[in-house]
């Protein structure tokens, strides 16, 4: 099994939300998470933006009761060669049971770290980085992934049930 996780921040809350998948190329999603916060996300602290996401994102993983074999986060697993961000603190977190690939939209600080990956006829690239599979692996799994964008039936998932878990910050339809 495979998870999508994201983590939206609110103005009063933080809603962390889970999408899981039985393989890199499964259109729908066989299993669906959210957890919400009571409180205001944490600020922001240049460097260390895993300390805010961390949390919610192993709540939620909590919550899918299953161990998934890959976690696919919207963000970075290394910020540098040596310098781990959000996946590669996550994987850690978790003692390592599960891979973690990162795709991002934008490149870290211009930082050649992971691989840039053209998806479908899109001209500006996706951003994967990895640990617990190699990137050539990661790049092709996310390559392969349903539909024209990063994480296509994440994204469409991952917004609804974050908009199920507070309803009121979501844009009208």
Not at 73 to 91: Q, S
Not at 132 to 144: E, F
Request: proline residues 9%; aromatic residues 8%.
């Amino acid at each position: 099994m495979l998870c999508c996780l994201d983590v939206d921040y609110r103005t009063s809350s933080v809603v962390a939300a889970a999408v899981c998948f039985d393989d890199w190329t499964s259109e729908f999603p066989t299993r669906q998470s959210s957890v919400m916060s009571n409180t205001p996300p944490e600020a922001y602290e240049p460097g260390h933006f895993y300390r805010r996401g961390l949390p919610y994102l192993l709540a939620v993983l909590a919550q899918v009761g299953e161990q998934p074999a890959m976690i696919i986060i919207d963000g970075f697993v290394w910020l540098a060669t040596d310098r781990p961000g959000l996946g590669a603190h996550l994987y850690e977190s978790r003692g390592s049971r599960s891979a973690v690939v990162g795709v991002a939209k934008r490149p870290f600080r211009n930082a050649p770290v992971g691989a840039a990956l053209l998806r479908g006829t899109s001209t500006r690239p996706l951003y994967v980085t990895s640990v617990g599979i190699t990137l050539a692996d990661a790049v092709a799994g996310v390559k392969t992934m349903h539909g024209p964008i990063a994480c296509p039936p994440c994204s469409n998932a991952l917004t609804g049930l974050t908009c199920l878990a507070e309803p009121a910050s979501c844009p009208k339809p």
